[in-house]
């Protein structure tokens, strides 16, 4: 095999190594040329395509490091045996797609959606400020790897926060930044050992029980009255850990009261390494009195893992949560050896930091909880006037409320009725992890997206809609 | 109880009705209040204190709002049972301190650290430029939840770079984006489900490692030869997935020809839901030919589970990577119903597209390229002229090397050497999973973060301190 005939063209866009190599590649892929067959030398092979020797020398190095020819030492280069070669030959033609015009046009006209935050809520100016701040005066070290717990600064930021707002007093050490807490609570889930058996409310954040399922987690279900999770189901069914939301339960809305609260704590210092873990989702929306606060801030024992995120109170899609963790189990994880890297990204974190420390966040709350306040006052209005066909709960709080029919009318007829009529309404039994039995009679309308003008027409819809 | 005494300040910084709430609070949380004591109707507590009634409602309602006292229809007020009250009394001072002084003083003046990128690698200005356009110019919806894998935007974008550039042809429907492989090895577990016995090669990077050991995988540990892992060990061990980084092995710097490559793919089609995790975590370095194909590329049948990362490209800190999933574990996940929210925000998802999208990235690559390449040639050169002392490998790609003494050296005593002299080199041994029974005597050199004049410097130290 001394007279490789290979076809160089000089006006090919390929330089001419690169040639010889697709030239011989093919050949081998083609079975024309075969395992063990010997190559022409470099010298020869250039000389034969009046070419340099280091042109040839190039191809065969590719080729030597792909693994399609091997250099035998004295001897010169060999096709190498392949175990059957599989090459990708279709060449996939991406759809020219503009990622905006694919979402489908909305089934509904209104959506009392319960995620989500108000339109124009995002304090964009601000977070631009901050970012050319961020991204012009800080050094290049903010651009290598950083804390796997979060940067002090982020984390000395959310402590300060969390004792004036939140009364809980925490080191900055016992805090985890986290993207979102169906990531922080997968992390939690390798921190506190896999043979937890959990215990959740029914109806519950449907999110976090799949996230603790699809973990392989143990869920017990457990009763729930009007003032929260029923401590005496928890002993009887044996759980060593508890997911509770006390500022305001989602979706029932209910606010624990304090003597509940206490009687959780007390559940859980009965015994060695029973938690709480605290999702604080939404205490930042508080539209009477001032905030309740966090379970965590009583907990002396160190027994309440407590939950706080930004996605509620700034943007969902800002990806920033956090994780307290009593010290003993922030000494556990870091005892570990190995850490999962932080999955915030720096500059996000040192903006969300300025953002903290400068003030804007208070004030961001301030403008937030009148946007909200308003919203909430006009559905509390609107629902008022419809106490012959539903009663309402979980107002005061949060963004969303609790309505139960009180006509007979049945959550399917509801969200069915809604639905002729244009409008998105979410049923309870949605977010239950254990079915009931008698027919359900509760839906849940969530209004921080809702425009004030579209909370009336959808109102004075339902209202004529729901009647019997 | 009806002569609540409450000594209200009219210049105190808190209103009337907190003062109220406040003393109430306080006088429950020492027992001076006891349970079931009734407090005074707000009407008379108002006319003794000569203030409006709705004052005295507002903190009743707060009282009552946290579970100090309880309304009892046309009775009044009564002060709850407490299962023992636990408070935060201790207020925290946090210590003024700076993140930036908290670094100790690095105890090594060189440090050829595997980890972290070039000084002044990070596209600052590109960067900047392009997180101002997509903060002024995306609308609203930029800030709401996107898509639980990653937006449409950057999955095509990162589709259209692994096709040019790794060969891999897939749908952008099969990329997931995450914050990093940690992260990404955390969902992909779930994904493949939890009873995989998975086999890494021996030494590996320990980081994946570590992930995998703590969700609770069983890892197999197997062999490595010149041309990565041993095949025949994966029969024998039964493992039904293996993690393999053919581009450039890490530690060990190996490329896997293309003759093990087809191996491997043979040895997953043999058997039904065997997998191979392929991370191509440095694959953009290489200074010899072209890149080779990345794995995936050869994969036909969907066996490869593709692993790619921003990281080493662009930066640690920016927190994206990408994992491409054949079509059946894709559909799986999608069938699950719940599906883990994205952990990048939907900022820097969009940064990162217009970063691809308008060549940014090639540009980058190109100039990192040339960066690292020149640092690779000087270490090259400096390790020839030591001939003497070490053989070294894992060049022409990646931004670390493999040392090996060939003068009686021991590993320990060269990281020993080393240190002394104020150069931290890193031992093979740290990334052994399993310890091997003779002496280590090979050590790494990342040269990523050194400057062209610190090479220097610690090379030629090297030189002189390695002499036996």
């Known amino acids: 095999?001394?007279?490789?005939?290979?076809?160089?063209?000089?006006?090919?866009?390929?330089?001419?190594?690169?040639?010889?190599?697709?030239?011989?590649?093919?050949?081998?892929?083609?079975?024309?040329?075969?395992?063990?067959?010997?190559?022409?030398?470099?010298?020869?092979?250039?000389?034969?395509?009046?070419?340099?020797?280091?042109?040839?020398?190039?191809?065969?190095?590719?080729?030597?490091?792909?693994?399609?020819?091997?250099?035998?030492?004295?001897?010169?280069?060999?096709?190498?045996?392949?175990?059957?070669?599989?090459?990708?030959?279709?060449?996939?033609?991406?759809?020219?797609?503009?990622?905006?015009?694919?979402?489908?046009?909305?089934?509904?006209?209104?959506?009392?959606?319960?995620?989500?935050?108000?339109?124009?809520g995002f304090p964009q100016n601000t977070w631009r400020k901050l970012s050319r701040e961020v991204l012009s005066q800080e050094g290049d070290s903010l651009f290598q790897l950083g804390d796997p717990c979060g940067e002090p600064g982020i984390r000395l930021a959310v402590a300060e926060y969390l004792h004036s707002a939140r009364g809980v007093d925490c080191d900055p050490d016992q805090i985890i930044i986290g993207a979102g807490n169906d990531y922080l609570l997968m992390l939690l889930w390798v921190i506190l050992g896999k043979n937890r058996k959990i215990a959740m409310e029914n109806p519950t954040y449907l999110s976090a029980y799949y996230d603790l399922v699809h973990m392989g987690c143990q869920i017990i279900s457990v009763g729930q009255d009007s003032q929260g999770i029923c401590i005496e189901d928890l002993e009887k069914n044996g759980a060593d850990t508890v997911y509770v939301m006390p500022s305001h339960q989602f979706p029932m809305g209910m606010v624990m009261p304090l003597k509940r609260r206490m009687e959780l704590l007390k559940w859980a210092q009965d015994q060695e390494k029973r938690y709480i873990i605290e999702d604080d989702y939404d205490?930042?929306?508080?539209?009477?009195?001032?905030?309740?606060?966090?379970?965590?801030?009583?907990?002396?024992?160190?027994?309440?893992?407590?939950?706080?995120?930004?996605?509620?109170?700034?943007?969902?899609?800002?990806?920033?949560?956090y994780m307290v963790l009593p010290p003993?189990?922030?000494?556990?994880?870091?005892?570990?050896?190995?850490?999962?890297?932080?999955?915030?990204?720096?500059?996000?974190?040192?903006?969300?930091?300025?953002?903290?420390?400068?003030?804007?966040?208070?004030?961001?709350?301030?403008?937030?909880?009148?946007?909200?306040?308003?919203?909430?006052?006009?559905?509390?209005?609107?629902?008022?006037?419809?106490?012959?066909?539903?009663?309402?709960?979980?107002?005061?709080?949060?963004?969303?409320?609790?309505?139960?029919?009180?006509?007979?009318?049945?959550?399917?007829?509801?969200?069915?009725?809604?639905?002729?009529?244009?409008?998105?309404?979410?049923?309870?039994s949605d977010y239950r992890i254990r079915q009931v039995e008698k027919e359900e009679n509760m839906v849940l309308l969530g209004y921080a997206t809702m425009e004030e003008k579209d909370i009336e027409e959808a109102m004075k819809k339902l209202k004529e809609i729901w009647k019997i």
Chains 1, 2 share one sequence.
């Not at 079975?31 to 191809?59: F, H, Q, W, Y």
């Not at 930091?353 to 559905?379: I, P, W």
């Open 1 to 120: 095999m001394n007279d490789l005939l290979i076809p160089l063209k000089e006006d090919s866009r390929f330089p001419m190594y690169r040639q010889i190599y697709d030239h011989i590649k093919n050949e081998i892929q083609k079975g024309k040329m075969k395992a063990g067959e010997k190559l022409p030398s470099s010298r020869l092979l250039a000389k034969n395509l009046c070419i340099s020797r280091s042109t040839v020398d190039m191809a065969y190095d590719q080729l030597s490091a792909e693994g399609y020819i091997e250099a035998v030492p004295c001897k010169g280069y060999y096709v190498c045996q392949m175990e059957g070669l599989y090459f990708s030959t279709e060449k996939k033609v991406f759809p020219e797609k503009n990622p905006g015009q694919e979402i489908p046009a909305p089934a509904y006209r209104w959506d009392f959606a319960l995620n989500g935050i108000a339109p124009g």
């Open 283 to 321: 205490s930042e929306f508080r539209y009477k009195g001032q905030p309740i606060p966090a379970l965590a801030g009583f907990d002396q024992k160190g027994c309440v893992i407590y939950l706080g995120t930004f996605s509620k109170s700034l943007a969902p899609s800002v990806r920033v949560s």
């Open 328 to 428: 003993a189990l922030m000494e556990a994880y870091l005892s570990l050896g190995h850490l999962f890297s932080v999955t915030v990204s720096r500059t996000d974190q040192k903006i969300l930091e300025l953002f903290l420390r400068e003030g804007y966040y208070e004030r961001h709350l301030n403008r937030m909880r009148a946007v909200y306040k308003n919203k909430h006052d006009l559905m509390v209005r609107y629902l008022k006037e419809m106490s012959h066909i539903c009663a309402f709960s979980g107002e005061n709080a949060g963004v969303h409320l609790v309505l139960r029919f009180c006509n007979g009318l049945t959550e399917k007829e509801g969200i069915r009725r809604a639905k002729e009529a244009g409008i998105k309404v979410y049923g309870v």
